[in-house]
């Protein structure tokens, strides 16, 4: 593996902020990489040994951003390292290992500077509960979840003793509210959620922010690597056909652009006083407004149901106007927003 530009080669100029991206390759990741260089950040781009930089490296020269490789060489047609540099690094968030030698290749480049951490590589899941395995749950939870932990435990020492950080996690709509067949994929958003949450209030006084992105809808080509399970129990297959027939074509329709969730990412890293959560997609907020003023959970057991089997039946319908009107844009997007596979 490559090594990182050595300090004296490539260390970011005084006031530059250091920023390390994981799952950079495509999607949100690229789109957030290019943003944070855009806004003169030096950008540490993380992917896997196997995943080509080629989009990333055009994509932030048509953004006018200088881009160079981790040993310090710069691509073909690309300025020279300056502010706003992007660095690729090459970092497996599945192993720990592979995540505690790249950060601290940064740290080692930029004499133990850290700024920004974006946790956002990932990857999709839509599947019934009986129909993915205890492996497939412990797969995405290890990339889901303890990929962004392992990223926040090699880069929260540096900011602790810098009294200054931002650790911006991606998560989702589905982290929030468990839509029918996000089980696992869920399961792994409800956790960052729930760290991020207990750690928000640890650190704060350090001046170290902890802050959540919750996309929905995102085009973004995850979906080509999600993990789809195909054989749920033949009395849930209606509801799992009405959920793809109706409602995946739905999210697909009601899909912001990466460069848009971006938007957001940059947000939550430059106000001055950032909020916990940032939900990228406004619509989504009545869905979930649901979930917290109806203590006995009816209004978001409504919303959920009507995902798998319309909104007849009768009952006690206490859903928001915009789920009980069929909007599309009430509905999460699939894989959360577009988190990249496995990057």
Same mark, same amino acid.
């Given at each position: 593996?490559?090594?990182?530009?050595?300090?004296?080669?490539?260390?970011?100029? @005084?006031? #530059?902020?250091?920023?390390? &991206?994981?799952? =950079? /390759?495509? *999607?949100? %990741?690229?789109? +957030?990489? $290019?943003?944070? !260089?855009?806004?003169?950040?030096?950008?540490?781009?993380?992917?896997?040994?196997?995943?080509?930089?080629?989009?990333?490296?055009?994509?932030?020269?048509?953004?006018?951003?200088?881009?160079?490789?981790?040993?310090?060489?710069?691509?073909?047609?690309?300025?020279?390292?300056?502010?706003?540099?992007?660095?690729?690094?090459?970092?497996?968030?599945?192993?720990?290992?592979?995540?505690?030698?790249?950060?601290?290749?940064?740290?080692? @480049?930029? #004499?133990?500077?850290?700024? &920004?951490?974006? =946790? /956002?590589? *990932?990857? %999709?899941?839509? +599947?019934? $509960?009986?129909? !993915?395995?205890?492996?497939?749950?412990?797969?995405?939870?290890?990339?889901?979840?303890?990929?962004?932990?392992?990223?926040?435990?090699?880069?929260?020492?540096?900011?602790?003793?810098?009294?200054?950080?931002?650790?911006?996690?991606?998560?989702?709509?589905?982290?929030?509210?468990?839509?029918?067949?996000?089980?696992?994929?869920?399961?792994?958003?409800?956790?960052?959620?729930?760290?991020?949450?207990?750690?928000?209030?640890?650190?704060?006084?350090?001046?170290?922010?902890? &802050?959540?992105?919750?996309?929905?809808?995102?085009?973004?080509?995850?979906?080509?690597?999600?993990?789809?399970?195909?054989?749920?129990?033949?009395?849930?297959?209606?509801?799992?056909?009405?959920?793809?027939?109706?409602?995946?074509?739905?999210?697909?329709?009601?899909?912001?652009?990466?460069?848009?969730?971006?938007?957001?990412?940059?947000?939550?890293?430059?106000?001055?006083?950032?909020?916990?959560?940032?939900?990228?997609?406004?619509?989504?907020?009545?869905?979930?407004?649901?979930?917290?003023?109806?203590?006995?959970?009816?209004?978001?057991?409504?919303?959920?149901?009507?995902?798998?089997?319309?909104?007849?039946?009768?009952?006690?319908?206490?859903?928001?106007?915009?789920?009980?009107?069929?909007?599309?844009?009430?509905?999460?997007?699939?894989?959360?927003?577009?988190?990249?596979?496995?990057?």
């Amino acid at each position: 593996m490559a090594s990182p530009p050595s300090p004296s080669s490539a260390a970011p100029t @005084a006031g #530059a902020p250091v920023a390390i &991206v994981s799952g =950079a /390759n495509s *999607g949100i %990741g690229l789109a +957030a990489c $290019v943003a944070l !260089a855009s806004a003169g950040h030096i950008v540490y781009a993380g992917m896997r040994a196997g995943a080509s930089a080629d989009a990333l490296l055009a994509a932030v020269a048509a953004a006018a951003g200088p881009a160079t490789n981790a040993d310090g060489t710069t691509d073909a047609g690309l300025s020279s390292p300056s502010v706003g540099a992007v660095h690729v690094l090459r970092m497996d968030v599945g192993a720990d290992a592979s995540v505690t030698a790249a950060v601290a290749s940064v740290l080692a @480049a930029t #004499a133990d500077r850290v700024d &920004v951490v974006v =946790a /956002n590589a *990932g990857y %999709g899941a839509i +599947a019934n $509960v009986e129909d !993915a395995s205890v492996a497939d749950f412990e797969a995405i939870l290890n990339v889901n979840f303890l990929g962004a932990l392992r990223l926040v435990k090699a880069a929260l020492p540096s900011m602790r003793r810098r009294r200054s950080g931002r650790v911006v996690g991606i998560s989702s709509v589905v982290g929030l509210l468990g839509w029918p067949f996000y089980g696992p994929y869920s399961a792994s958003k409800f956790a960052m959620e729930g760290l991020w949450e207990s750690c928000f209030s640890e650190y704060k006084g350090l001046d170290v922010h902890f &802050v959540l992105v919750e996309p929905g809808p995102v085009r973004t080509g995850v979906a080509s690597r999600a993990f789809i399970g195909r054989s749920p129990p033949t009395d849930i297959k209606p509801a799992w056909d009405t959920f793809l027939s109706t409602k995946m074509p739905a999210m697909a329709a009601a899909a912001q652009t990466a460069d848009e969730c971006a938007a957001y990412i940059l947000r939550a890293v430059t106000d001055p006083s950032p909020a916990l959560r940032y939900m990228t997609h406004p619509s989504q907020g009545a869905l979930l407004r649901a979930k917290v003023t109806d203590l006995d959970g009816a209004g978001a057991a409504a919303a959920l149901l009507s995902m798998v089997q319309g909104p007849a039946g009768g009952g006690d319908d206490r859903r928001p106007a915009e789920a009980q009107h069929g909007t599309d844009a009430a509905v999460p997007g699939e894989s959360g927003g577009g988190v990249e596979g496995l990057d």
